[in-house]
Structures are given as structure tokens and as C-alpha cells.
């Protein structure tokens, strides 16, 4: 006997689920981790003294800023091997989210630096420090917590954007559901688990955002 709607939603829930938790989480969380070891880097640059250093940290900020994620994911999946360089689907998606958020996430971390009241670097050298211990001990803390909400939406929106790893055969949770679409042909129960389990996740992480904003809110100057 077929299964209706609401049998078809509970049937494929969990296994909806399980992809999500197994693949897309973890691709999320390493490449918001990579990303934001680049995010900081690429910032740093940006606000160096030298100039060709500013420059090439702003070429990539303007060509991962300028093109769709979608495309960046084609070029490096599909495209690279024209040029001779291969990549598996995973390494693919891995690189591709990593340097676009990267990009976006620099200039966040730029603008919360930039954030600090200059009192305070003048401050940092009253008291004796030199610039890396002024940036670690005093602007670092403070720019953090202002970033936090800004970079939080970013991972929030880096779960959600994994959905396009399925269009370079990542098996993550939409392709899961797309593969269950394609042994039912009952898109709309399907893409509503789908939806479902995505908003969980996110509702985790607003939640989760929430409490880390909360701890940080100490290191704001008033």
C-alpha cells in the first residue's frame, strides 16, 4: 500500500536527520572554523601598512564578495580539471565554503576592529604594550563581542547554504532528500523534513548565539 503525505514525512524524517547530523553539520563547522582562520588573516592584511599586502587581501575579498557561491563551487568542482587539477566533491565543498566565508567573514572581523574606540590602543601603549599585545589583550576581547552577532548570522547562513554542495554530489541533508524525492516522486512532504530539520538546526544555533553574546557582553566599554 503507498504511503500518504504524513506517513511519507515520518518515514523520512529521521533519515533526513541523520544526514544532516552526519555530513552537513560537520561540513559546517569545518569550513566556518577554516574560513574564520582566513576571515582573521585576510583582516590583518587589510589593515596592514603594506601596501601590496592590503591589495591582495582585497582582491579576494572582492572576487569572492563579487561572484555566487554556486559558481565558485562550479569552477572549482567541474572547472579546475580543465586545468589539469582534480578534486574529490568533499575537497571541493570544503575549499569553496571555506574561501567564501572567508571573505564575507574578514570584513566583519575588519569593521569590529576598527569598531574599538582608539582611547583604547592609547591606552594599551600607556601602559607599556607594543601592538600584538594591545591587539591580543585589550582589542581582540572587545572586537569579539561585537562581531559575535554578525558572524553567528554567518554560520547560521553556512548551514543553510551546504544545501548547494548537493549540486556537486556532496551527500549531505538536501541531497538526501532529493534521493528520497527520487524513489517517491512526493517532493512537497520530503522538502518540508527537509526545512524542518534545517530549521532545528538553526534554532540550536540562534539559541546557542544568544548565550555566547550574553558571555561576552563583560568585555563591551560603555
Same mark, same amino acid.
Request: glycine share 8%; with cysteine.
Given at each position: &500500500?503507498?504511503?500518504?503525505?504524513?506517513?511519507?514525512? /515520518?518515514?523520512?524524517?529521521?533519515?533526513?536527520?541523520?544526514?544532516?547530523?552526519?555530513?552537513?553539520?560537520?561540513?559546517?563547522?569545518?569550513?566556518?572554523?577554516?574560513?574564520?582562520?582566513l576571515?582573521?588573516?585576510?583582516?590583518l592584511?587589510?589593515?596592514?601598512?603594506?601596501?601590496?599586502?592590503?591589495?591582495?587581501?582585497?582582491? =579576494?575579498?572582492?572576487?569572492f564578495?563579487?561572484?555566487?557561491?554556486?559558481?565558485?563551487?562550479?569552477?572549482?568542482?567541474?572547472?579546475?580539471?580543465?586545468?589539469? /587539477?582534480?578534486?574529490?566533491?568533499?575537497?571541493?565543498?570544503?575549499?569553496?565554503?571555506? /574561501?567564501? !566565508?572567508?571573505?564575507?567573514?574578514?570584513?566583519?572581523?575588519?569593521?569590529?576592529?576598527?569598531?574599538?574606540?582608539?582611547?583604547?590602543?592609547?591606552?594599551? =601603549?600607556?601602559?607599556? &604594550?607594543?601592538?600584538? #599585545?594591545?591587539?591580543?589583550?585589550?582589542?581582540?576581547? #572587545?572586537?569579539?563581542?561585537?562581531?559575535?552577532?554578525?558572524?553567528?548570522?554567518?554560520?547560521?547562513? /553556512?548551514?543553510?547554504?551546504?544545501?548547494?554542495?548537493?549540486?556537486?554530489?556532496v551527500?549531505?541533508?538536501?541531497?538526501?532528500?532529493?534521493d528520497? !524525492?527520487?524513489?517517491?516522486?512526493?517532493?512537497?512532504?520530503?522538502?518540508?523534513?527537509?526545512?524542518? !530539520?534545517?530549521?532545528?538546526?538553526?534554532?540550536?544555533?540562534?539559541?546557542?548565539?544568544?548565550?555566547?553574546?550574553?558571555?561576552?557582553?563583560?568585555?563591551?566599554?560603555?
Amino acid at each position: &500500500m503507498e504511503a500518504g503525505p504524513l506517513q511519507l514525512m /515520518l518515514n523520512s524524517l529521521w533519515p533526513i536527520f541523520v544526514a544532516g547530523l552526519e555530513r552537513t553539520v560537520p561540513l559546517a563547522v569545518v569550513t566556518f572554523i577554516l574560513g574564520m582562520a582566513l576571515a582573521v588573516l585576510t583582516a590583518l592584511a587589510r589593515l596592514s601598512k603594506l601596501g601590496w599586502l592590503r591589495g591582495i587581501a582585497w582582491f =579576494y575579498v572582492w572576487v569572492f564578495r563579487g561572484t555566487p557561491l554556486l559558481v565558485q563551487l562550479f569552477i572549482i568542482f567541474y572547472g579546475l580539471p580543465y586545468l589539469g /587539477l582534480t578534486l574529490g566533491n568533499w575537497t571541493s565543498a570544503i575549499i569553496g565554503f571555506t /574561501l567564501n !566565508v572567508g571573505a564575507y567573514a574578514s570584513e566583519t572581523i575588519r569593521a569590529s576592529i576598527l569598531s574599538v574606540p582608539k582611547g583604547q590602543w592609547e591606552a594599551a =601603549y600607556s601602559l607599556g &604594550m607594543n601592538g600584538g #599585545q594591545a591587539l591580543r589583550r585589550i582589542i581582540i576581547p #572587545q572586537a569579539t563581542r561585537v562581531s559575535v552577532p554578525p558572524l553567528a548570522n554567518e554560520f547560521i547562513g /553556512l548551514v543553510k547554504d551546504t544545501s548547494l554542495a548537493a549540486v556537486i554530489t556532496v551527500p549531505e541533508l538536501f541531497q538526501k532528500a532529493q534521493d528520497i !524525492v527520487g524513489s517517491t516522486f512526493k517532493p512537497f512532504p520530503v522538502y518540508v523534513d527537509a526545512a524542518i !530539520v534545517y530549521l532545528a538546526f538553526c534554532t540550536v544555533l540562534a539559541w546557542l548565539q544568544h548565550k555566547l553574546e550574553r558571555r561576552l557582553s563583560r568585555y563591551v566599554v560603555s
